[in-house]
């Protein structure tokens, strides 16, 4: 099935510095979602984007729908230790399914 | 509120043999919706169930099937298994039509030998 470009692929950071990813589609969506998943657990919903334009926080996290509705950005501000794990985008267009990104595995070094 | 719960744990299958895995909503979710995620990989959508009915099926082979239960309950059948079957199973619920946030269970693990 269609997958989601997300980029980057993993990243390694040290604890304090923000990080930024993205999700690129050839598709247009009418939603995206960015899930955390840990390892040996199913993805947790972060944040969910219902607009063209949208920039949503929850916490240190901040997420954009972007213009073209072709893609969305996660950023994560001062990073902690606790931040680990594989950050997924996820976008619905006008089928009965949503497409998952292929995933950034995030390091954070104390 | 307890969230989504996905049974079993794990499971270990030889090839050719035929593995059920189960699935409970959140309380008030009428939406299912099971994802393949193979190891080190993205999830693949398989199926989406409302109402008792499939909604939606992933390219996947009919091997892959389920089905959802009047108590919104969920069940995955995957028969004559294959080694390349091996992934982690997760089922996700929403409150569609009302929202497409999804929300996911831990998952199944099933190994095939």
């Known amino acids: 099935g269609q997958q989601l470009n997300q980029s980057p692929q993993s990243m390694f950071i040290q604890e304090g510095e923000d990080v930024s990813m993205n999700c690129t589609s050839s598709?247009?969506?009418?939603?995206w979602l960015w899930y955390k998943q840990e390892p040996g657990e199913g993805p947790v919903l972060l944040i969910a984007l219902y607009k063209a334009g949208e920039l949503t926080s929850n916490g240190r996290l901040t997420a954009q729908f972007g213009i073209t509705r072709k893609d969305s950005f996660l950023n994560i501000s001062a990073s902690i230790p606790s931040d680990v794990g594989i950050y997924f985008c996820?976008?619905?267009?006008?089928?009965?399914?949503?497409?998952f990104g292929t995933g950034t595995s995030l390091t954070v070094i104390p | 509120e307890a969230g989504v719960t996905q049974s079993p744990t794990h499971l270990i299958k030889t090839r050719g043999q035929q593995a059920t895995l189960r699935c409970s909503p959140i309380s008030g979710h009428t939406s299912v919706y099971w994802y393949q995620q193979a190891l080190g990989l993205g999830l693949q959508f398989l199926l989406w169930?409302?109402?008792?009915?499939?909604?939606n099926r992933g390219n996947f082979p009919p091997r892959f099937s389920g089905r959802q239960f009047p108590n919104y309950s969920s069940e995955l059948n995957v028969n004559a298994l294959e080694l390349e079957d091996s992934a982690l199973y997760l089922c996700?619920?929403?409150?569609?039509?009302?929202?497409?946030?999804?929300?996911f269970g831990p998952g199944t693990r099933l190994t095939v030998t």
């Open positions: 598709s247009i969506f009418n939603t």
């Open positions: 169930y409302d109402e008792g009915e499939e909604r």
């Open positions: 996700a619920s929403s409150l569609f039509p009302e929202a497409y946030e999804q929300y």
């Open positions: 996820a976008g619905h267009g006008t089928g009965n399914q949503f497409y």
